[in-house]
């Protein structure tokens, strides 16, 4: 119970950090400036398109979710060392083990009730406009869009941990775009290559994360037909096993780090 | 600084650049290349500035249109819009996942990855959906004949709007002027949606003219085509005498292995 109510704490102390900062209210803004004006525009003067801006917002939607959670999580520990505000957190009666659960769960939570707004949005813009609403697929991209956002905030806490944040944002960055454009491809490169560079390539295919599996934008904006739940469940799990495997290693060296 | 100094170093790097980039252009001239590839073809700020970005980005929205032609399917091989209703067959998609399904349990993620991928290939008949990728092609590379030429086709068979496809054509045409293609759609499209005869054989001339030009591509299919066209207005319009000498003309420069020919041979 006493570490639920600190876990809470730090949860807590993550969300007003997050709404403090007005991240959300800029990328808000941002959206709508770029979205608004399209909505209006009626390309060689014909109306009822409405499949590119949702292409687009989903974009953005990816988009300002994955900077705004990698954003926060890069500074989680660097940060809090560089600002020494992590002093006051160690001397609390709390093992490290806690505290950087409760950063993570805080920062997670923040950056999913990001996502649920922009989704319910987008939800509720598309009932409005059309009669018909994918709402089977809309629970599955959802559902994976959580995994990829649970993936990548403890990808991100890993790297804080051997890098600083703008390294750390840019590693982890590049690894996270690289696997969304060319994840699939890899075995195919692997085998154009000879030796060393076929089997770098790999053990990059078996153990870098699959961020592409979690993209169901294509099958939303098309009314393609739902996917079987047992594989969206297999790629939720897959989420949720990497993030565990990322926090295991990241509250192990944090443990052992000279702070 | 000094006065002179100042205005020395004001004046000299833009004369400097003046010059040497005229000489550099015509010695390469004389050498048969470009000096100035990344420009593209026009000569407005915005093609000097984007150069060959304009054309690549104006590509990828042409394959954003067609991925929306084939209901989201970026993976469509030949099935091109120039191609749609043709009849062709869809069930490789369907071999293919078959075969990642059978190695799931080797290769997890494509698996997973395949599960992920639609099974349908439909094509959309909704133009309006495909309209903004076109008009934003277009709008990034104005010399992309491809995505004039299939903006045009959606505008003036999907979306039966063949007043706002001749307007692009003709925009096209000020862009583009020795394109041949260009001119045959706008003939097309003024015969079969206007009954336009007197417009469209301007049209057809235009393009068979321009196809005799030495800046505009050397392609017998398309100046066949314009002749074909030729033939058949004069024929529409009982000329036979121009038929004949369009005939006459097809005889003497043109293969009598291309189809229109040998259909424009046919006509009496």
């Not at chain 1, 974009?59 to 020494?84: G, H, K, N, Q, Y």
């Not at chain 2, 004001?10 to 010695?27: A, G, H």
């Not at chain 2, 469509?76 to 990642?100: F, K, P």
């Not at chain 2, 494509?110 to 991928?117: D, E, G, H, T, V």
Request: overall charge neutral.
């Amino acid at each position: 119970m006493h570490t639920l109510r600190q876990l809470s704490a730090l949860i807590r102390l993550s969300l007003y950090d997050l709404y403090r900062r007005k991240d959300l209210v800029i990328v808000t803004i941002l959206a709508v400036v770029v979205l608004v004006p399209m909505s209006f525009a009626t390309p060689f003067g014909i109306k009822g398109a409405s499949r590119y801006l949702n292409e687009i917002s989903l974009l953005l939607v990816w988009l300002f979710v994955l900077v705004i959670a990698m954003t926060r999580t890069a500074r989680i520990i660097p940060t809090e060392i560089d600002s020494r505000t992590i002093y006051p957190l160690l001397a609390k009666p709390a093992s490290r083990t806690v505290i950087l659960l409760g950063r993570y769960a805080g920062v997670l939570i923040a950056s999913l009730s990001v996502l649920l707004l922009f989704y319910g949005l987008y939800a509720l813009i598309n009932t409005m406009k059309s009669a018909f609403f994918p709402w089977e697929v809309f629970i599955q991209a959802l559902l994976l869009h959580i995994s990829f956002v649970i993936l990548v905030t403890a990808l991100a806490l890993l790297g804080s941990l051997f890098f600083n944040s703008d390294a750390n944002l840019s590693v982890s960055g590049i690894l996270i775009a690289g696997m969304i454009l060319y994840g699939q491809q890899l075995p195919v490169l692997a085998a154009e290559h000879s030796l060393p560079i076929r089997a770098i390539l790999h053990i990059l295919y078996w153990l870098a994360p699959h961020c592409e599996l979690f993209d169901m934008r294509t099958r939303l904006i098309h009314h393609w037909p739902a996917i079987p739940w047992l594989a969206c469940f297999c790629i939720f799990l897959y989420a949720l096993a990497y993030a565990a495997f990322c926090f295991g290693i990241a509250t192990w060296l944090f443990n052992r780090k000279k702070v | 600084m000094n006065f002179p100094l100042t205005i020395t170093l004001l004046i000299l790097p833009p004369c400097l650049l003046f010059s040497t980039s005229n000489l550099i252009e015509n010695s390469s001239a004389r050498c048969g290349y470009s000096v100035h590839p990344q420009q593209g073809q026009g000569d407005n700020l915005l093609d000097i500035i984007a150069g060959d970005t304009r054309t690549i980005i104006g590509n990828a929205l042409l394959e954003k249109a067609e991925a929306y032609y084939h209901g989201g399917l970026t993976d469509h091989g030949d099935c091109s819009l120039v191609t749609a209703g043709e009849g062709h067959d869809h069930n490789h998609h369907e071999d293919e996942r078959d075969s990642v399904q059978s190695s799931a349990w080797r290769d997890p993620w494509s698996y997973l990855n395949a599960q992920l991928q639609t099974k349908a290939h439909v094509h959309l008949d909704k133009a309006e959906e495909l309209l903004p990728w076109y008009w934003a092609a277009c709008e990034a590379s104005p010399h992309n004949i491809q995505a004039l030429e299939a903006a045009a086709y959606a505008l003036a068979q999907m979306a039966e709007k063949p007043q706002a496809a001749l307007q692009l054509l003709e925009k096209g045409i000020r862009d583009n002027p020795y394109n041949v293609t260009l001119e045959l759609s706008r003939g097309e499209i003024l015969i079969k949606h206007f009954k336009d005869f007197k417009n469209a054989e301007t049209a057809f001339l235009a393009a068979y003219q321009k196809s005799l030009h030495e800046k505009a591509s050397k392609d017998d299919i398309l100046k066949a085509k314009a002749l074909f066209y030729l033939g058949y207005i004069t024929k529409h319009r009982n000329d036979l005498n121009a038929l004949q000498q369009w005939q006459q003309i097809a005889r003497e420069t043109m293969s009598l292995d291309l189809l229109s020919i040998r259909n424009l041979l046919e006509l009496n």
